[in-house]
């Protein structure tokens, strides 16, 4: 079976750059993106390079090659899912905020909506495939959906979940570690798995594509995700360990690393991991862990949040105890807001959570990033519910400058790893502070003996304190 046309449902963080690069690598496929966000669509139509609604390196050029070719994006979200021979399902899946579940399952309501309408437009068979992550047995559910729907189509489903990280996304989409996709075992199921196989082969070497049953796949992502921040949370905890004890956690990084068994990778010691899935992902497991009466299970990986929380509370504890304990009406400067670099995402950021206990200490925050909005800082802020939205506005500011930012500050916390915070100048920064001037390296990222030199006092996560 050969595919001419893909619809994907939600034009977000992954569906946008994915179907664009599916777009360019298979320009004889015709690639519709739609979405029931209206200024979203319309800021991935932006003529400006710059205004597409997605930060990522080298991703403009790939959207600038393909759009208007065989990539399209649009609002008519019906037209677009019965035109296509497959449906990719592209949508949110946060973790719920009501009811049954509250705080850990992931709500699949924007997912059982996406079957519902594929259900009702669709008027020829269709291979729907499940892009987002979602709890182990969902596809079990969408084909409950799909299959009733009495018009007589026929509809196959399979699990292709999407490993990319953020601010690596284009290179991650066109030399992937792995492509999964999981199916029935059926022979319609076979020729579907095979559809899919057959597009990603556009690009990616065979042995890279792995096929397996449906529920390998949905929970092999939730997993790897799991996996992922376990290694941070493991490092983090040893940071702590490494501040009483004059071990140095880069150093330890480096010797645990060098076990070829162990590996270099996700082994850099920070205020803690942030990102929109990390953390859903751990707790809906916990939660599947849970609902099959699998406590040890559950316990095991909820740890892995436990220690990230704790290592964000402790930065901002570390912040104010050196202070002199007292944070108040102190103006302290972050550099950085998104929740890792080459990314203009906050979602979960750790420089959220460390903002909310400073201010909960009456402390003002002056925030440099380089590609988050103020309205998006503001919008993290709020949604916290923390204070009202004209306190966060009086007691947050958002700068433009970095020079700028920590003029009559007390301290700088460094909370995302940007490349352009080594190349600063330090003594510029130090001259506009008042002193004796801090830096908190959140990301242990800067010379700290360089800095020392200049005359700061310098606390890095990981190392033991002056
Ligand atoms: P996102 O919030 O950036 O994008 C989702 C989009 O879906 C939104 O624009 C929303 O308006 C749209 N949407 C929701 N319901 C819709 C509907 N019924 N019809 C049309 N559009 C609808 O989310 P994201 O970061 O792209 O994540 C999507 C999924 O991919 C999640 O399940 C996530 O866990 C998974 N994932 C994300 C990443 C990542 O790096 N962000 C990586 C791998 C997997
Ligand atoms: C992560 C996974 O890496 C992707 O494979 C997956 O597809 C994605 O989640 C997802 O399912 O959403 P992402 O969250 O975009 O990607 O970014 P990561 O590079 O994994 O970083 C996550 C967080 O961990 C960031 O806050 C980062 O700063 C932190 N981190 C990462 C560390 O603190 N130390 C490390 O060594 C690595």
Known sequence: MKIKSICCIGAGYVGGPTMAVIAKKCPEIKVTVVDINEARIAAWNDKNMDNIPVYEPGLGEVVAEARGRNLFFSTDVDRAIDEADMVFISVNTP?????????????????????????????????????????????????????????????????????????????????????????????????????????????????????????????????????????????????????????????????????????????????????????????????????????????????????????????????????????????????????????NDTRESAAIYVADLLLYEQAHISVYDPKVKAEQVYADMDYLNSRSSDENRKYVEIVKDPYEAAKGAHAIALMTEWDEFKTYDWQRIYDNMLKPAHVFDGRNILDKQKLRDIGFQVHAIGSANE
Not at 124 to 136: A, G, H, R
Not at 166 to 176: K, N, Y
Not at 205 to 215: A, E, G, H, S, Y
Not at 236 to 261: K, P, Q, W, Y
């Open 95 to 343: 973790t719920k905020t009501y009811g049954e579940g509250k705080g850990q399952a992931a709500d699949l309501k924007w997912i059982e909506l996406c079957a519902r309408q594929i259900a009702r437009v669709a008027t020829t068979d269709k291979i729907v495939v499940e892009k987002s992550t979602l709890p182990v047995r969902t596809a079990s559910t969408l084909k409950s959906i799909l299959d009733h729907t009495g018009s007589g189509v026929n509809f196959q489903i399979l699990s292709n979940p999407e490993f990319l990280a953020e601010g690596t996304a284009v290179e991650d989409l066109f030399a992937p570690d792995r492509v999964l996709i999981g199916g029935g075992q059926t022979e319609d199921g076979k020729r579907a798995i095979q559809a899919l196989v057959d597009i990603y082969a556009h690009w990616v070497p065979k042995d890279r594509i792995l096929t397996t049953n449906v529920w390998s796949s949905e929970l092999s992502k939730l997993t790897a995700n799991a996996f992922l921040a376990q290694r941070v949370s493991s490092i983090n905890a040893l940071s702590e360990l490494c501040e009483f004890t004059e071990a140095d956690i880069n150093e330890v990084s480096r010797a645990i690393g060098t076990d070829s068994r162990i590996g270099p990778k996700f082994l850099k010691a920070s205020v803690g991991f942030g990102g929109s899935c990390f953390q859903k992902d751990i707790l809906n497991l916990v939660y599947i862990s849970r609902s099959y009466g699998l406590n040890e299970v559950a316990d095991y990986w909820e740890q892995v949040i436990i220690m990230n929380d704790h290592q964000k509370r402790r930065f901002a504890k570390k912040i104010i105890k050196n202070l002199y304990n007292t944070v108040s009406g102190k103006k302290i400067t972050f550099l950085g807001w998104a929740f890792k670099k080459d990314t």
